[in-house]
């Protein structure tokens, strides 16, 4: 990062507060986790923008800027800022994407340096879920509050059409002309799996981007756009749309619906499920920690049947009776699969679900 002169200031460190330099480059974090068979990202408490009212309460990723003079890498800055905010030591880590939308910590008169963000997905396993205890400003919240149509395990969400889809539908036709207004519809089959179209459960960030579009989450009126039709300072029940999950600090939503498609289509063929369950675990814990993450029911014969045969795991010679019925095999991750094979992912369909309603158009 450099100074205003363009040489670097050894006694200057690092700040988002800092106009002088036309860029910031910062740190972001999507800690995921499964406990309890949910998926769950850890959130720390971070001040909001003051043009946005109210946005201190909103739900923040771990991060921070990048400062070249103390962090030899920008891995290695993401690991301090999240030591210091959570007191969690990373395992797993890889980076995202990078985000550098104008507005992303949007400040009065938008005076403030442009920040470009890196994102990274960082998993936790729940052996290690004891070691945020000394962070009480941070904790574990399941992912599901800020995208609830995207958990299909129990059944088709009833916020996709009962809020969603006439809310998009209403959008759409706003559009300048037909063939907008068609390609906005297309849009909305495609991504929230309605007119017949199959449900694919890697499209979180693309339906998190339509709704965002349509003004319809909190983050477009916090954002400035024109089209927004929540209100930040209005009282919830006179709000013109209901709130469509829980807003974030900037845009570490849609840095969260990054992480969560990048890491449902990576559980297909790459094994870092194993990353996210106990060394030794059953065949119906492996499963419900897949379920978790895609957010669908799998086939339990044909689970098994695919992960034995994909090589995945051995047999410990083990059994668990922390079951709540029968006692169970134990299994453990079989670490030779990654030399073995290219793609070594449970490599499982989820169901095909379609809508149940008319399409969008």
Known sequence: MAASSGHLNPKRQASFDDTSTAVVVG?????VTVADQEPRTLIVRAPGPQSAPNSDQWDALPFGPFDP????????????????????????????????DRGRNRLP???????????????????????DAAAPESGWRGWYSYFPWEDWRQSRPRIIDDAIAPLVIEWADSADTPAAAAQRKQRLN????LGGVSWDEEKVLERFELLYEAGLVDEAARDGRRNARRKL????GEQEVPPLGDPMQHDHRRILATAMGRLRAKLKYRPVVFELVEEEFTLTELQRTV??????????????????KAGLVERTGRMTTNTGGRPAEQFRFRREVVTE??????RVAAPRRSTRSAPAG
């Open 341 to 346: 094979s290219a793609a070594p992912g449970v």
């Open 27 to 31: 740190l972001n974090a999507a800690i």
């Open 190 to 193: 495609l991504c929230f799996g």
């Open 233 to 236: 300072d209005a009282p919830e």
């Open 69 to 100: 003079l103390s962090h030899r890498t920008m891995a290695a800055g993401l690991h301090a800022w999240v030591h210091e905010q959570t007191g969690l030591d990373l395992g797993y880590v890889e980076q995202l994407y990078t985000f550098g």
């Open 291 to 308: 379920e978790a993450v895609m957010g669908v029911k799998l086939h339990k014969q044909n689970f098994r049947r695919l992960v034995e």
């Open 109 to 131: 008169d938008d005076i403030g340096p442009h920040i470009i963000s890196v994102g990274y997905l960082a998993l936790v396993s729940a052996d290690d879920l004891g070691q």
